[in-house]
């Protein structure tokens, strides 16, 4: 803490003012920065390094034509920072160019899939971090109880798992071999959105959120613990306050602070994760895109996914550390 | 202190090789971490002799698709009726190599980068940080997509890039241990008699590290076999007729209620591994920092002294 603040005590008054907005100013312009980086490797990579991304489409049913007419489709007849600045300005309007699999517009295939992994990452994280809060702050109040050891054997044997071993767990428990209660696969229609058909969600939102929960369990747990042992809450006790109230107005919010990190980290989690998972239930989201376009050398495909991942990353970490600040009083002050 | 740990060259050697032998001995000893290497080794057993009590071989078809246990395929037959219990038996060292390969590798060059960023400081330190944060700004298996449309699925470039997504965490984590044993007084002493900065590095800096490389090692090692099964699994490791845990889970999928076997036998062996490797990891860093008992020699050099 007392670091932090030394930083900050430069003399201009208004970062004395307004540390956060100067602090979220800074973030905001490194993740910029950041992003526009990513960007340049993600295109080297994809249009450079192979020598010729054209040739890498078509492969060995290349002809001088098609090879002609795809370099011209895809500009590498023209200079790299011409290249680089039409695919970057591309990607900000949104007009992507057309998929080299099926020669559709990448933006009209890739919208639908973002909206549909969206919901699957917003409500894997919501329910993953209520149920992680509550099973972490139970087993902090019940400490060294059946409740808090059950649960802290079970998520230290779930945090390593892959997640495609526990969808397929919850495949074969839940929509093949032993009940058959949920569809086992979730081909959400073209055209329509996932949140249209409930059912088809559980299974791999159930998947992401099991995967989530530990981490978000243990952090919560050990700050809850470190919480109720604090001078306040013996303090509060002394002054007699009811234990229900010390724990929702004091012990509770103080340790969803540092919790509130590691919830950040299992969004940026999720981004990867939903890679995975959408294909082992056939989900339509830009994960399961991901992996066909990188089964058919799609590059404007590839290009534009893996730039929106990182941008989410980015952005995600902007948001927890700020949240993090403002939701924790102690290093308010400390500004 | 200083005059008990001057004289590095003779020293440090055996001392490194001792250090890491002893973080093991104490490691087995706790519970933890003989749990986990019971359930890890278990798994590794079954694929380091699999391979050579297969009872049929794992690329040929023996009976009918998706055929049931019986006395004579104990776990019934896959999607081309190939046997799954020799299969299963063959198909799990190529993992186990794959990830420690690029366990090995991202280790490597991420302890590089940190120790490098924290013992030159500056602009070195700039660079090589600020290019950690560009790669952190990619999740790890979509970095290793990327990479894989670049070459297609290579062995070799699957072991790279998982290896490579790997060095950025690495080097943020003992960049932070390695600033401060650049501080120290017999470092400075040293400096000061001309020794070459790689030279310091590596034998002064490094044997001082034992400890959050074997944590970071082992820590990596999980992440690796997650990653690279879940590659295998997506159809990005060894081209179909191979036998690999990770791809017999996606070609057997159509058969679940067929021939469960298929699909559940892979998926305990990778749960198992994963389960047994995390709690080993766990007691690594528990008996590192202390949570735990120690080896009997202390593992810092300081504490040696005053003991």
Same mark, same amino acid.
């Given at each position: 803490m007392a670091v932090d603040g030394a930083a900050v005590t430069v003399q201009l008054p208004w970062r004395d003012e307004h540390p956060i907005a100067v602090l979220i100013g800074v973030r905001a312009a490194l993740g910029v920065l950041t992003l526009f980086v990513v960007s340049v490797i993600v295109f080297l990579a994809t249009e450079v390094l192979p020598g010729n991304a054209a040739y890498s489409v078509l492969g060995h049913s290349a002809t001088p034509q098609s090879l002609k007419a795809l370099e011209i489709q895809l500009h590498l007849n023209r200079g790299l920072f011409a290249q680089y600045w039409l695919w970057l300005s591309g990607v900000l309007t949104g007009?992507?160019? *057309? /998929?080299? /699999? *099926?020669?559709?517009?990448v933006w009209g295939q890739v919208a639908p899939r973002l909206v549909n992994s969206a919901v699957l990452v917003v409500g894997a994280g919501v329910i993953g971090t209520v149920i992680g809060v509550v099973l972490g702050a139970i087993a902090a109040l019940r400490k060294d109880g059946w409740f808090d050891h059950v649960t802290s054997v079970i998520s230290l044997a779930v945090t390593s798992l892959p997640e495609f071993v526990v969808a397929i767990v919850l495949i074969i428990l839940f929509a093949t071999v032993v009940f058959h209660l949920l569809p086992a696969v979730a081909p959400i229609a073209p055209g329509t959105y996932a949140w249209s058909q409930p059912r088809l969600l559980v299974l791999p939102v159930a998947t992401l959120v099991i995967v989530i929960i530990p981490y978000i369990l243990r952090m919560m747990r050990a700050a809850m613990i470190e919480a109720l042992e604090s001078d306040y809450v013996e303090m509060a006790r002394l002054k007699g306050v009811p234990e229900w109230q010390i724990i929702l107005a004091h012990a509770l919010p103080n340790s969803i602070a540092p919790t509130i990190q590691v919830i950040g980290l299992s969004f940026l989690y999720l981004a990867g994760g939903i890679v995975i998972v959408e294909d082992v239930f056939n989900f339509p989201g830009i994960g399961q895109g991901l992996v066909n376009a990188v089964s058919d050398r799609d590059i404007p495909v590839i290009q534009f996914v893996v730039v929106v991942l990182a941008a989410f990353y980015v952005f995600m970490n902007i948001v927890t550390d700020v949240i993090a600040l403002l939701v924790s009083p102690r290093r308010r002050i400390a500004r | 202190m200083d005059v008990v740990t001057s004289p590095p060259a003779a020293v440090s050697p055996p001392r490194v090789r001792r250090q890491w032998v002893d973080l093991l001995g104490a490691v087995i000893r706790t519970r933890r971490g003989a749990l986990g290497l019971a359930l890890a080794g278990s798994v590794v057993l079954v694929a380091a002799i699999g391979p050579f009590v297969a009872p049929y071989s794992p690329d040929q078809s023996v009976t009918f698709p998706f055929a049931g246990p019986s006395s004579q395929y104990l776990l019934g037959s896959d999607m081309l009726g190939r046997d799954v219990l020799s299969r299963v038996l063959a198909g799990g060292w190529e993992l186990l190599l794959m990830a420690l390969a690029a366990t090995v590798f991202g280790v490597f060059i991420g302890a590089a980068a940190g120790i490098s960023a924290a013992y030159l400081r500056g602009r070195v330190d700039g660079f090589i940080m600020r290019t950690v944060d560009v790669f952190l700004a990619f999740p790890q298996l979509v970095f290793a997509l990327l990479l894989v449309s670049i070459v297609g699925p290579k062995i070799w470039l699957i072991v790279v890039a998982v290896g490579f997504t790997h060095a950025p965490a690495v080097a943020r984590v003992l960049r932070s241990s390695a600033l401060e044993i650049s501080e120290r007084d017999y470092v400075k002493s040293i400096e000061l008699q001309g020794v070459r900065p790689a030279k310091i590095m590596r034998s002064e800096i490094l044997p001082n590290l034992v400890s959050p490389l074997m944590v970071e090692s082992g820590l990596r090692f999980t992440y690796s076999i997650v990653m690279m099964a879940g590659l295998a699994f997506l159809g990005?490791?060894?081209?179909?007729p191979a036998p690999s845990w990770g791809y017999m889970i996606q070609e057997n999928r159509i058969g679940l209620s067929l021939n469960v076997w298929a699909v559940a036998v892979p998926v305990i062996l990778i749960a198992v591994l994963t389960i047994g490797v995390n709690p080993f990891t766990d007691a690594i860093a528990r008996v590192a920092i202390g949570l735990d008992s120690r080896p009997d020699e202390a593992l810092i050099d300081d504490t040696v002294v005053e003991a």
């Amino acid at each position: 803490m007392a670091v932090d603040g030394a930083a900050v005590t430069v003399q201009l008054p208004w970062r004395d003012e307004h540390p956060i907005a100067v602090l979220i100013g800074v973030r905001a312009a490194l993740g910029v920065l950041t992003l526009f980086v990513v960007s340049v490797i993600v295109f080297l990579a994809t249009e450079v390094l192979p020598g010729n991304a054209a040739y890498s489409v078509l492969g060995h049913s290349a002809t001088p034509q098609s090879l002609k007419a795809l370099e011209i489709q895809l500009h590498l007849n023209r200079g790299l920072f011409a290249q680089y600045w039409l695919w970057l300005s591309g990607v900000l309007t949104g007009r992507l160019g *057309n /998929s080299l /699999s *099926n020669g559709q517009a990448v933006w009209g295939q890739v919208a639908p899939r973002l909206v549909n992994s969206a919901v699957l990452v917003v409500g894997a994280g919501v329910i993953g971090t209520v149920i992680g809060v509550v099973l972490g702050a139970i087993a902090a109040l019940r400490k060294d109880g059946w409740f808090d050891h059950v649960t802290s054997v079970i998520s230290l044997a779930v945090t390593s798992l892959p997640e495609f071993v526990v969808a397929i767990v919850l495949i074969i428990l839940f929509a093949t071999v032993v009940f058959h209660l949920l569809p086992a696969v979730a081909p959400i229609a073209p055209g329509t959105y996932a949140w249209s058909q409930p059912r088809l969600l559980v299974l791999p939102v159930a998947t992401l959120v099991i995967v989530i929960i530990p981490y978000i369990l243990r952090m919560m747990r050990a700050a809850m613990i470190e919480a109720l042992e604090s001078d306040y809450v013996e303090m509060a006790r002394l002054k007699g306050v009811p234990e229900w109230q010390i724990i929702l107005a004091h012990a509770l919010p103080n340790s969803i602070a540092p919790t509130i990190q590691v919830i950040g980290l299992s969004f940026l989690y999720l981004a990867g994760g939903i890679v995975i998972v959408e294909d082992v239930f056939n989900f339509p989201g830009i994960g399961q895109g991901l992996v066909n376009a990188v089964s058919d050398r799609d590059i404007p495909v590839i290009q534009f996914v893996v730039v929106v991942l990182a941008a989410f990353y980015v952005f995600m970490n902007i948001v927890t550390d700020v949240i993090a600040l403002l939701v924790s009083p102690r290093r308010r002050i400390a500004r | 202190m200083d005059v008990v740990t001057s004289p590095p060259a003779a020293v440090s050697p055996p001392r490194v090789r001792r250090q890491w032998v002893d973080l093991l001995g104490a490691v087995i000893r706790t519970r933890r971490g003989a749990l986990g290497l019971a359930l890890a080794g278990s798994v590794v057993l079954v694929a380091a002799i699999g391979p050579f009590v297969a009872p049929y071989s794992p690329d040929q078809s023996v009976t009918f698709p998706f055929a049931g246990p019986s006395s004579q395929y104990l776990l019934g037959s896959d999607m081309l009726g190939r046997d799954v219990l020799s299969r299963v038996l063959a198909g799990g060292w190529e993992l186990l190599l794959m990830a420690l390969a690029a366990t090995v590798f991202g280790v490597f060059i991420g302890a590089a980068a940190g120790i490098s960023a924290a013992y030159l400081r500056g602009r070195v330190d700039g660079f090589i940080m600020r290019t950690v944060d560009v790669f952190l700004a990619f999740p790890q298996l979509v970095f290793a997509l990327l990479l894989v449309s670049i070459v297609g699925p290579k062995i070799w470039l699957i072991v790279v890039a998982v290896g490579f997504t790997h060095a950025p965490a690495v080097a943020r984590v003992l960049r932070s241990s390695a600033l401060e044993i650049s501080e120290r007084d017999y470092v400075k002493s040293i400096e000061l008699q001309g020794v070459r900065p790689a030279k310091i590095m590596r034998s002064e800096i490094l044997p001082n590290l034992v400890s959050p490389l074997m944590v970071e090692s082992g820590l990596r090692f999980t992440y690796s076999i997650v990653m690279m099964a879940g590659l295998a699994f997506l159809g990005f490791g060894l081209p179909p007729p191979a036998p690999s845990w990770g791809y017999m889970i996606q070609e057997n999928r159509i058969g679940l209620s067929l021939n469960v076997w298929a699909v559940a036998v892979p998926v305990i062996l990778i749960a198992v591994l994963t389960i047994g490797v995390n709690p080993f990891t766990d007691a690594i860093a528990r008996v590192a920092i202390g949570l735990d008992s120690r080896p009997d020699e202390a593992l810092i050099d300081d504490t040696v002294v005053e003991a």
